[in-house]
Structure formats: structure tokens, C-alpha cells
């Protein structure tokens, strides 16, 4: 077995630090071209946008696993099961769906009906990718303290 690097005994505050920070890097770099293609946006506008969605995704990301994990940690079953990991999944992106919704539609100069279609698109990949992600993180820095 490998051992990992990194110190899987990180306080809750450091964890969903790196957690968020890592999953928004990752997450402009995915979202700006694809926002400056489909839009036929420039790249920069694509990437201030992508940066703005960031920067909400990021105090949406720590708020969400704050109150997730405190939920976590009173429940009788530890461990996270792909059941949990699907709610975490749909709560963490439903939510920041409905908030992004007017960012978008605002910047890209679109009705919301159509920033409701753009963010779906997004959502569908973004469900994967942080379902994908936490489980990689996990993996990774080992789970948190709730969850053990």
C-alpha cells in the first residue's frame, strides 16, 4: 500500500480550505473555454465569469460542507456511501444552480429561461465532477472526521 503524502489528519478548517481550492481551480480550468466556445464569448470575459462562479461556488462550497458535515456527524451510519455521496452531490450543485442562475443570465446577456438551459448543461457535468472529485479527495487526504 501506498502511503500518502499529505497529512489525512488535517483540522475541518484546512480540509475544506484545500477541498474548495482545489475543486475551483480545477473547475475554471474546465468552465472557461467551454463558456468561451459555447457563448462565443471572448476568453477573458469567459474567464472573469468563470472566476465570478468561482468565487460563489467557493463560499457556497464551505457554507454547504460545513452544515453537510455537521449532518454527517450525527448520524448513526459513518462512512460515505455512494447514497451519500449522490446527496451530496445534488445538494451542493441544486443549490449553487439556483444561485448562479441570475450571474449567468445577467452576464451573458440571456433571458433567465435560457441561463436556466446553460446551467443545466453545467450542472450535468458538475454533478459528475464533484461526485468524482470528493471521492478522489477522499482518497486522497482520507475522510473527514465526520465521517469516520
Known sequence: ??????????????RRILQ??????IAIAIVTPTLALAFSHPPGSAFVLSAVMSSIALAW????????ERWEARQTV?????????????GFEGGLAIILLPVMA?????SLWAAFLA???LLAF???????????????????????
Open 20 to 25: 474548495a481550492c482545489l475543486y475551483e481551480g
Open 78 to 90: 459513518k462512512g460515505r456511501s455512494p447514497a451519500r455521496r449522490l446527496a451530496h452531490g445534488l
Open 126 to 148: 458538475f454533478f459528475f465532477y464533484t461526485v468524482g472529485f470528493t471521492w478522489a479527495f477522499d482518497r486522497v487526504f482520507g475522510l473527514p472526521a465526520s465521517a469516520r
Open 61 to 68: 462550497n464551505y457554507a454547504f460542507n460545513s452544515v453537510f
Open 106 to 110: 445577467y452576464w451573458l446577456n440571456i
Open 119 to 121: 446551467d443545466m448543461g
Open 1 to 14: 500500500m501506498v502511503r500518502c503524502p499529505y497529512d489525512r489528519t488535517m483540522s475541518p478548517l484546512k
